[in-house]
């Protein structure tokens, strides 16, 4: 059974951000009163929020803070219904970098949510996840029942905030379904993601420095992705419950190279280097995803092919072009 979003208060953490920006939108669309936590900064921005028609941009009630804050949770949480909690640490190569700070804001941060969520005895918190925490595929396609392997530090952190979230559930009852997102790509994406970092190079020349081309990812459209949430989020039959959301269908980074070449008419060669690879033992070398459970619960399918959620991206990318820093490597 769904419920309707229509006028329900809800959190979104991580707001600012390139799906949260998407999941933000498409709950104003569906009249819900959404407040929004964005990462403070000095300057105020709420990043991909400004992004947003100022007729939404009006309707969102902005909390600036951080998710290593008890306090500044507490406050967010407070006379909201939902919580979709999608603030974290995500690039992983920093993760490399920097280790016990993914550890700080994914896994703590995410303890923090769930205590004031439980605080303020919340109707529904979902929790996003992510589908590096499966590994490299033990089998095809990927499941909900999949064991977890922590191949990066972002994974390992990711799979502690899952553990603590699903630990809500059974300890305290607290109303939490787990979300799992393929690899998610459209509009406002960050430089440092695989299908902008390909569209940049394609749009400004023909050569590609990639690293390893052999990998292979179940790519799913931003919007298909956020309209899962939704569903996961209001559907009652899914607390307790991981879904993972997905296309069903992978495409190598070579694969996804030709298919900006021909969207773009442009002819692209391949250059791989060294510095752009992971650690041999973190790469995950292939992902494709079972969405079935979520299918057969609440309904989801994937409704852009990659050829045409790759079409409105690039798209996004030629106007927005000067956004981004010529530097086609970023961490």
């Keep these: 059974m769904m419920v309707s979003i229509k006028n329900k208060k809800v959190l979104v953490t991580g707001a600012g951000g390139f799906i949260g920006s998407h999941l933000t939108e498409l709950l104003l669309k569906k009249s819900a009163r959404v407040t929004a936590l964005v990462r403070y ?5 709420t990043g991909w929020l400004e992004h947003l028609p100022p007729s939404a941009q009006k309707k969102i009630r902005i909390i600036h803070g951080d998710i290593r804050d008890p306090d500044i ?16 640490q995500i690039a992983i190569p920093y993760s490399y970098i920097a280790p016990r700070d993914f550890l700080a804001v994914n896994a703590m941060g995410t303890a923090n949510m769930l205590q004031a969520a439980r605080a303020e005895n919340v109707k529904k918190f979902l929790q996003v996840s992510t589908s590096e925490v499966y590994g490299t595929a033990q089998y095809i396609p990927i499941d909900e029942n999949h064991p977890q392997v922590a191949q990066s530090p972002y994974s390992a952190s990711k799979i502690a905030a899952d553990k603590i979230a699903q630990s809500f559930y059974l300890s305290y009852g607290l109303p939490v379904v787990t979300v799992r997102p393929f690899n998610c790509f459209g509009p406002r994406q960050s430089a440092r993601a695989i299908i902008p970092t390909i569209i940049l190079q394609a749009l400004r020349k023909k050569t590609i420095k990639l690293g390893n081309i052999k990998t292979s990812r179940d790519m799913n459209f931003v919007m298909d992705t956020a309209g899962g949430m939704i569903d996961a989020c209001l ?3 899914t607390s307790g419950m991981t879904v993972n959301l ?23 060669i391949i250059k791989t280097e060294k510095r752009r690879k992971r650690p041999a033992k973190s790469e995950v070398r292939r992902l494709i ?7 057969d619960i609440f309904g989801y399918k ?3 092919s990659i050829q045409t959620g790759l079409s409105k991206t690039i798209r996004f990318f030629e106007k927005h072009i000067d956004m981004y820093a010529s530097e086609d490597y970023q961490l």
């Design 41 to 45: 900064t000095s300057s105020g921005r």
């Design 73 to 88: 949770c507490q406050q967010a949480v407070r006379g909201n219904d939902y919580i979709f909690h999608l603030a974290a």
């Design 235 to 237: 559907c009652r039959e």
């Design 246 to 268: 997905a296309t069903g269908k992978d495409y190598s980074i070579e694969e996804i190279v030709a298919f900006v070449g021909e969207i773009l008419g442009k002819k692209l």
């Design 289 to 295: 995803g079972d969405c079935s459970l979520a299918a």
């Design 302 to 304: 994937s409704r852009h």
